[in-house]
Every structure is written in structure tokens, then in C-alpha cells.
């Protein structure tokens, strides 16, 4: 399949490459887009068949259901059969912005869209580039991360070329994400909003708005359970394997001294702090807070190729504020967790 790419500049947007992507998905393709979380592999949500290309081109198993993608909350309505004033409260204070909200079906995206389940995550994007898309196409979007089942997000349209060129219709080229992590997924089926995803929205700030909240009972298991070997590799996986320390910048860099003495070349991924304070073969510094470390985390994961280094060492970060997001994701993407 060819894969036609367009570049849009996000202050003045060419509105006839928005129309040529808006028809592609309106005629059933796939085409990516940037959000300001992560880039989306689109596709009308209202058509099985274009659905059921999202799961192909990624190689998704279809049990994991999709986030249907819209430009305003009167779309959103159209797509559930109620909106519980706890999401409305949600909706009104944070999107357009990074936020899915899960409430009951209505039936009227396809059934692949929700892997069969009665409630759809929805979510009205706050990236320029996504909101003119969705308004010129005037349908529901589905939209997964725009990556190869398994690999990191992609932050950026060549992330997005290396992974499915030639495998999906269109993308559209609207520069770096911005949050780098995807949207915060709340549970609002219940009195109480549930967050089964950390993202770009706190759980802090969905408390200040809404006062109680809960976290899925699944991600705080996460927090205490290191990887079992058979969990290598299923998600943000960097193609070599990566472990998460936590420990002082003394302890990783003994952690690489002892590893390259036993041959390995190490690749270290840490906060432009501590990178001053270490040697290893290559090292990446994600930023000096943590919505920086969020930006340039899934690139990050990307950098190190097979044949480059042997190993990955990364830093824990503080699990305040975005660092939920960016430990629930290096959690997933690790493939030993070490606790000094
Ligand atoms: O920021 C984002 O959310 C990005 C951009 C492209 O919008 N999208 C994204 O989609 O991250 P995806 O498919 O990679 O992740 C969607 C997550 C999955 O963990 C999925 O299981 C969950 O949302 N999800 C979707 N619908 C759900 C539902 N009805 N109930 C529970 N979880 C749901
Ligand atoms: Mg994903």
C-alpha cells in the first residue's frame, strides 16, 4: 500500500492536505495524525471494515479496545446513551486536552471499536492539526497510538514511518507531540470516576475537579511487582533490554561500571541532573523536569537501535504530578526493575 505523507505547519495549517487526509478517512482508510499526546492511527469508527484495518496495520490483538476520537462534546453525546454530570465536569474543565472518558455505548460506533464491550472511551483532542482533521471529516475517529503493536508511542511522524509506511493510507506530518504521553483513561460508568491509565491529565487535578476519584486497583499492583520474564517485550519496548533502577546516580553508575566490565556497552537514560553526574557509552538526557522527562521519553526509548548498546539503564522519577504516567510506562517497558 502506499502511504501518502503530508506536512502541515501547525500555525498556518494547509487546509487542502486536512480535506485530502479527511476524505482518505471518510472513504474507509487509515491515516495517522498528531494529538498533543501521541501521534493516532484513525480510522471512520462507524465502519467495521476501516476498523478492522487499525488492528491490522499495528498487529493489535482485537480484544483491546479503541478511543473514538471527536471535535466537540455534541459529537461525543452522539456516541453514548448517557453522560453522567461526573464526566461532564470532567469534559468541561479538560478537553479539548488529554483526557478519555469511558462511558455506556450507544451502539453507534462499530462493534471492533469496542472490542464488544457496552461502555467506549472517547476523547476530544486538543493538537491544532487533530482538530481540524476531525472537523473536516465530521465523523467519530477511532484512533490506537499510530505504532507497531508492542513498540513505543510515537511522538513524531518518522516514529510513525518506521513503524506502519506502507501499511496505512495516509499520514499527516504536524510536527512533535507535545504531552509525549498518552491521555489520562477515567472510568465514568460509576458514582466515583476510576482512572485505569495514568496520562496527561493528574489524578491531583481530576481530584481538585471532580473530589473523589479512584485508581484501578491493576496499576497500583504494577508498583510493587517486578517483571516476570515472560513479560518481556509487550509494551514500549526499546528493541534491547532496559533496566529500571532506583537508586542515587552513585548506584547506576555502578551498576554500568560492573556491567561494562562484563563486556556490555550501556546505553543510560536519566534527567539532565543526574546525566552530569555519570559515564556510560551513550547517554540521553530526557529533560530537567518531568513534563520534559514526558516529552522525550517514548523518543528515547526509540534512540537505541540492536547493535548499538547491550543494554539500557534508566532512572526511576518521582511519582508526582506526569511521573505516574512516566513510571507506569518505564514499568511496562522494562525488562528488570532494580530496587537499591
Ligand atoms: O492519548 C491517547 O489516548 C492516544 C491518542 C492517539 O489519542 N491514544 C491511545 O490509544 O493511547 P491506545 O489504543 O493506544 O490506548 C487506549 C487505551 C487502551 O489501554 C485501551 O484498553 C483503553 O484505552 N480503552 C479504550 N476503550 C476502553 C473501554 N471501553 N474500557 C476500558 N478501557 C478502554
Ligand atoms: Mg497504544
Known amino acids: ?52 484495518g487499525i488492528f491490522r496495520a499495528k498487529g493489535r490483538p482485537e480484544d483491546n479496545p479503541l478511543i473514538a476520537h471527536v471535535a466537540t462534546k455534541e459529537q461525543l453525546r452522539s456516541l453514548v446513551s448517557t453522560l453522567p454530570s461526573v464526566a461532564e465536569k470532567l ?98 460508568t460509576q458514582d466515583v470516576p476510576i482512572v485505569l491509565r495514568p496520562g496527561g491529565i493528574t489524578k491531583e487535578q481530576l481530584k481538585a475537579a471532580v473530589g473523589s476519584v479512584m485508581v484501578d486497583p491493576a496499576l497500583a499492583n504494577t508498583e510493587e511487582s517486578p517483571k516476570a520474564p515472560g513479560m518481556k517485550y509487550t509494551h514500549y519496548a526499546p528493541e534491547v533490554p532496559m533496566w529500571l533502577v532506583a537508586g542515587t546516580p552513585e548506584d547506576l553508575q555502578a551498576i554500568i561500571d560492573r556491567e561494562q566490565d562484563g563486556q556490555k556497552r550501556i546505553g543510560a537514560m536519566v534527567s539532565t541532573a543526574t546525566a552530569d553526574k555519570l559515564q556510560a557509552d551513550r547517554v540521553i538526557q530526557l529533560g530537567s523536569d518531568l513534563r520534559e522527562i514526558a516529552a522525550s521519553l517514548y523518543d528515547a526509548l526509540r534512540i537505541f ?35 537499591k
Open 1 to 52: 500500500m502506499l502511504t501518502k505523507r503530508w506536512n502541515i505547519h501547525q500555525e498556518n495549517p494547509d487546509y487542502q492536505a486536512i480535506r485530502e487526509a479527511a476524505e482518505l478517512l471518510r472513504d474507509g482508510r487509515t491515516v495517522a495524525f498528531p494529538t498533543e499526546t501521541v501521534y493516532g492511527l484513525g480510522a471512520d469508527a462507524t465502519n467495521e471494515a476501516a476498523v478492522s
Open 91 to 188: 469534559l468541561d474543565q479538560f478537553t479539548p486536552g488529554p483526557l478519555t472518558v469511558v462511558l455506556p455505548s450507544n451502539g453507534v460506533c462499530a462493534g471492533n471499536v469496542t472490542s464488544g464491550l457496552s461502555t467506549i472511551g472517547v476523547r476530544i483532542p486538543e493538537h491544532p492539526v487533530a482538530r481540524e482533521l476531525l472537523k473536516a471529516c465530521d465523523i467519530p475517529v477511532a484512533a490506537p497510538s499510530a505504532n507497531i503493536s508492542g513498540k513505543p508511542s510515537p511522538t513524531t511522524a518518522d516514529h510513525v514511518w518506521e513503524d506502519l509506511n506502507g501499511k496505512i493510507s495516509g499520514l499527516v506530518d504536524g510536527g512533535s507531540t507535545g504531552v509525549g504521553v498518552e491521555s489520562t483513561v477515567v472510568d465514568c
Open 305 to 339: 537501535k540492536n547493535g548499538d548498546v547491550d543494554l539500557i539503564v534508566c532512572e526511576t522519577f518521582p511519582q508526582t504530578d506526569i511521573g505516574q504516567a512516566i513510571m507506569n510506562r518505564l514499568k511496562k517497558a522494562a525488562t528488570s526493575y532494580v530496587d
